[in-house]
């Protein structure tokens, strides 16, 4: 209604969407999915249409009778239409199939900002920080980095833990991925670092 002396407020604007249900256009885009423009003259007489509360509510009061819509957009968040009104005859065939591709031109370019959007939301929210579980280790790797932290070789944490020397390196290893560090050395010196290794000393 953009132009239209005295303009719909949002509260208006609320209104008329609680009256879509009885929209003969909503409930055929809602029951079938199809977008495409139609005239309300394509589901209904006009004298039908205007015993519609939605006629009545809003177009009644503008001296609106004949009405083209068509729905560029229609996902399970958000629906956008567009409705062209007239007071004195009603949208031909020629003019109805001349939206079309008007529709489908506004429809790629409300994807193509979606997309954007999207795309810029993720810049924003900068880049994703490591996995939470990359940097948290076993039991058993801090029970080793304990050890070697206090000077004990593989094979004496070994014997200590009761497990073999071959297994102590497979536990540094998986130390030496999420710290990502290249050495025994490395991972004592990062494991020291963390917080809760400061609160423990």
Known sequence: MAGEPNALSADEIDQWMALSADDPYIGNLLGTSDPRPYRISDFMTFNRFRRTLVYQEVFARYGMRHLLVMAPRITDENLVLI?????LHDFSDRETQALHPVRDLIATALDYQAQITAIQAKID????????HRRTLTERETQVLAL???GHTNDQAARKLGISPRTIRKHLEGVFTKADVPSRAAAVAWWLRQPENHAQR
């Open 83 to 87: 409705g062209l009104t007239r007071r």
């Open 125 to 132: 929210a900068g880049p994703p920080g490591p996995p939470p």
């Open 148 to 150: 070697i932290a206090t």
